[in-house]
T-cell receptor, first 114, second 114 residues
Framework: EAGVAQSPRYKIIEKRQSVAFWCNPI?????LYWYQQILGQGPKLLIQ????????DSQLPKDRFSAERLKGVDSTLKIQPAKLEDSAVYLC????????????FGPGTRLLVL | AQSVSQHNHHVILSEAASLELGCNYS??????LFWYVQYPGQHLQLLLK??????LVKGIKGFEAEFIKSKFSFNLRKPSVQWSDTAEYFC????????????FGAGTRLFVKA
């Protein structure tokens, strides 16, 4: 079974530039999560989708971050414009629906904003 | 708001030593509890989880965790660690019903000396 795919794996940009990350979840997983993991901290949920609808985006900085999952499968997370404090690993995870379900994580995209 | 506390940021043990990593959460309702692990160079993956039944749960690689509701704790244990257990361990909590958001602790880096 193929795992969660993410690209790119690494990205270096300058502040005020824009960047986009892509995630393809495990086939059949209706729930997709985007997390931000800053060095030394645990993953923080940015946005959670159920199919193509948003379940929770309470911690997404909506003035600069956006995410979509148009066909209920793969998803894109965008930052525009980036700030220095956005330097982090962006993790995508997927699961079947339910709070008890195991989340399967991708390798992450490591973003450095200079 | 929910929060998850992991007591130790770094733990260093010798092989065959016993391990206990602390995790406390702040939520009074029904919870689902998880321990995830990230081995060097690998994705985050599930070690074990609890959502109902026997409060002592067993996971992969000889790990176990005990849910103590009165102490809001879900500590991870292993009787005898191996060098291959060197990794970062994350405790996570989600609400039992209704809410889906998962909150992660800051993680504990375990280094096992051969």
């Amino acid at each position: 079974e193929a795992g969660v795919a993410q690209s790119p794996r690494y990205k270096i940009i300058e502040k005020r530039q824009s960047v986009a990350f892509w995630c393809n979840p495990i086939s059949g997983h209706a729930t997709l999560y985007w997390y931000q993991q800053i060095l030394g901290q645990g993953p923080k949920l940015l946005i959670q989708f159920q199919n193509n609808g948003v379940v929770d985006d309470s911690q997404l900085p909506k003035d600069r971050f956006s995410a979509e999952r148009l066909k209920g499968v793969d998803s894109t997370l965008k930052i525009q414009p980036a700030k220095l404090e956005d330097s982090a690993v962006y993790l995508c995870a997927s699961s079947t629906p339910g709070a008890q379900e195991t989340q399967y994580f991708g390798p992450g995209t490591r973003l450095l904003v200079l | 708001a929910q929060s998850v506390s992991q007591h130790n940021h770094h733990v260093i043990l010798s092989e065959a030593a016993s391990l206990e990593l602390g995790c406390n959460y702040s939520y009074g309702g029904t919870v689902n509890l998880f321990w995830y692990v990230q081995y060097p160079g690998q994705h985050l993956q599930l070690l074990l989880k609890y959502f109902s039944g026997d409060p002592l749960v067993k996971g992969i690689k000889g790990f176990e965790a005990e849910f103590i509701k009165s102490k809001f704790s879900f500590n991870l244990r292993k009787p005898s660690v191996q060098w291959s257990d060197t990794a970062e361990y994350f405790c996570a909590v989600s609400e039992g019903t209704g809410g889906f958001k998962t909150i992660f602790g800051a993680g504990t880096r375990l280094f096992v000396k051969a």
